[in-house]
């Protein structure tokens, strides 16, 4: 049986996709290793939540996690493509969290101020997945602007922050969590 390690990254250097090797400190690889944080987060959310309606979406977007983070260790825009083009982010994808982000909405009261992060366990890691998506999306832009990327990646997480935002509140709401708000 194979082993899991390889010792080819024990001097700091790791493959892309293509075999590119590349210095582990490389922003494209702080994007891939803050998107397979994200996952992990969402995978740690899921671990709370029962909702069926939640449970679908949160694990396509584990799975489009994964496609993005193999679209950006491909290498960049000059690297030969690896991944088949059904598998990169598009519009529909955005689209699609836009949809859910409008139908989980109606079921929160509306916001008249900030709120802070927190509530059930469930919800409280959700805001913290959103914490991390944030991050996520700024190291893709620094990557973007750096070495170029898939633009609709970027909309995918700009959007996907405001999914997780609206699935907290939601799930806090059904938990009956109270939402505390900010104080100026």
């Known amino acids: 049986m194979p082993r899991i390690y390889t010792r080819t990254g024990d001097k700091g250097l790791t493959s892309l996709y293509g075999g590119q090797r590349i210095p582990k400190h490389r ?3 702080d994007v891939v290793g803050t998107l397979d944080e994200l996952n992990a987060m969402l995978g740690l959310a899921l671990s709370e ?5 939640i449970v ?9 996690l994964l496609n993005i983070g193999a679209e950006v260790a491909e290498g960049g825009t000059k ?5 088949d083009d059904s598998l990169r982010i598009n519009p529909m994808h955005v689209a699609t969290l836009e949809r859910w982000i409008d139908s989980f909405e109606q079921d929160v009261p509306p916001l008249t101020t900030f709120i ?5 366990p469930a919800g409280a890691r959700l805001h913290l997945a959103r914490a991390v998506c944030r991050r996520a999306e ?3 832009a620094e990557l973007s602007e750096k070495e170029g990327a898939n633009p ?13 935002f609206v699935l907290a509140r939601t799930v806090n709401h059904a938990a009956k969590a109270t939402e505390r708000t900010w104080k100026k």
Not at 49 to 53: A, G, L, V
Not at 79 to 83: Q, V
Not at 116 to 120: A, K, Q, R, V
């Open 152 to 164: 609709a990646s970027l909309m995918y997480l700009n959007r996907l922050s405001d999914f997780l």
């Open 79 to 83: 690297a030969k493509k690896m991944i």
């Open 116 to 120: 802070l992060p927190g509530g059930s």
């Open 49 to 53: 939540i029962t909702q069926k309606d």
């Open 56 to 64: 679908g979406p949160l694990t396509e977007v584990q799975n489009l």
């Open 27 to 29: 922003v494209r690889l």
């Open 138 to 140: 700024r190291r893709l």
